[in-house]
T-cell receptor, first 112, second 113 residues
Framework: NAGVTQTPKFQVLKTGQSMTLQCAQD?????MSWYRQDPGMGLRLIHY???????DQGEVPNGYNVSRSTTEDFPLRLLSAAPSQTSVYFC???????????FGPGTRLTVT | GQQVMQIPQYQHVQEGEDFTTYCNSS?????IQWYKQRPGGHPVFLIQ?????EVKKQKRLTFQFGEAKKNSSLHITATQTTDVGTYFC?????????????FGKGTKLSVIP
């Protein structure tokens, strides 16, 4: 099993550009989530999904969209990138929300 | 904002010394999880505690969940350079409609050889 995969690993955007961060898991996990990690701030939940077709907002959802058309994939879309969205983004999955989270390797995003 | 507070933010220890990080919540937690993130890496699950007063051990790591289920600690005995990283606690986010995890800000451990 590949576990949780994320692409790209690094990305540089200009302010106003849009892009999609990809996340996939092959463990048949129902629960998937996106976090951003900023220095000194820990991990903050952006959006999450409890199953295909179901998504909801986390702690810091503004400026991001998600969709969950399949169990395996959970892409994160930045609609109009801003410098405040410079961060490291982690996708995670678990069997159910309360279970241990498996994290992907992360995407380091810089917005100039 | 953050619902689980973690202290200290940084800890520098000599190799062989013990290390402890503490996690505190203002409300009762149904469970608490601990993760380790190596420099440049991603968080990796260590353990989940569910019961009041629970103590679990993993080799040199000892995890405790308080009697009131409002605090938790991770203690490492005789640190090694392989213990370097940031340790996070995480608990259910208060008031969330369905299950959401909220993470503490982490304790960054440096081990001086």
């Amino acid at each position: 099993n590949a576990g949780v995969t994320q692409t790209p690993k690094f990305q540089v955007l200009k302010t106003g550009q849009s892009m999609t961060l990809q996340c996939a898991q092959d463990m048949n996990h129902e629960y998937m989530s996106w976090y951003r990690q900023d220095p000194g701030m820990g991990l903050r939940l952006i959006h999450y999904s409890v199953g295909a077709g179901i998504t909801d907002q986390g702690e810091v959802p503004n400026g991001y969209n998600v969709s969950r058309s399949t169990t395996e994939d959970f892409p994160l879309r930045l609609l109009s990138a801003a410098p405040s969205q410079t961060s490291v983004y982690f996708c995670a999955s678990s069997l159910q929300g309360r279970d241990e989270q498996y994290f992907g390797p992360g995407t380091r995003l810089t917005v100039t | 904002g953050q619902q689980v507070m973690q202290i200290p933010q940084y800890q520098h220890v000599q190799e062989g010394e013990d290390f402890t990080t503490y996690c505190n919540s203002s409300t009762t937690l149904s469970n608490i999880q601990w993760y380790k993130q190596r420099p440049g890496g991603h968080p990796v699950f260590l353990i989940q505690l569910v019961k009041s007063g629970e103590v679990k051990k993993q080799k040199r790591l000892t995890f405790q969940f308080g009697e009131a289920k409002k605090n938790s600690s991770l203690h490492i005995t005789a640190t090694q350079t392989t213990d370097v990283g940031t340790y996070f606690c995480a608990g259910p986010r208060r008031g969330a409609g369905s299950y959401q995890l909220t993470f503490g800000k982490g304790t960054k451990l440096s081990v001086i050889p």
